[in-house]
Nanobody
Framework: QVQLVESGGGLVQAGGSLRLTCAASGIIFSSNHMGWYRQAPEKKRELVAIITPSGRTNYADSVKGRVTISRDNAKNTVYLQMNSLKPEDTAVYYC??????????WGQGTQVTVSS
């Protein structure tokens, strides 16, 4: 059974930081592209950042320079370090795993709220 469990969300003031964690089980973690997505109320889910099995990263323009995605294959965990948070970063953040061979999974999400 595949599980992606996010944690680390919460309420933070603008300019603050949060680190999100996604612990994966039931997949060959090192073979998966791992991504963080977010969905604000009444908006479509959007990509925040992605990291390939080899460690290459890609970021949405809206978060470049403020966000860092990383992975620890030994712990089957992917992280999202978010700094200089803005109210527009408020959303539910979802972890995603994609092995590009049909395995495609989502976590349950963690709420991030940034107050102005």
């Amino acid at each position: 059974q595949v599980q992606l469990v996010e944690s680390g969300g919460g309420l933070v003031q603008a300019g603050g930081s949060l680190r999100l964690t996604c612990a994966a089980s039931g997949i060959i973690f090192s073979s998966n592209h791992m991504g963080w997505y977010r969905q604000a109320p009444e908006k479509k889910r959007e990509l925040v950042a992605i990291i390939t099995p080899s460690g290459r990263t890609n970021y949405a323009d809206s978060v470049k320079g403020r966000v860092t995605i990383s992975r620890d294959n030994a712990k089957n965990t992917v992280y999202l370090q978010m700094n200089s948070l803005k109210p527009e970063d408020t959303a539910v953040y979802y972890c995603n795993a994609d092995d590009y061979r049909g395995g495609y999974y989502w976590g349950q999400g963690t709420q991030v709220t940034v107050s102005s």
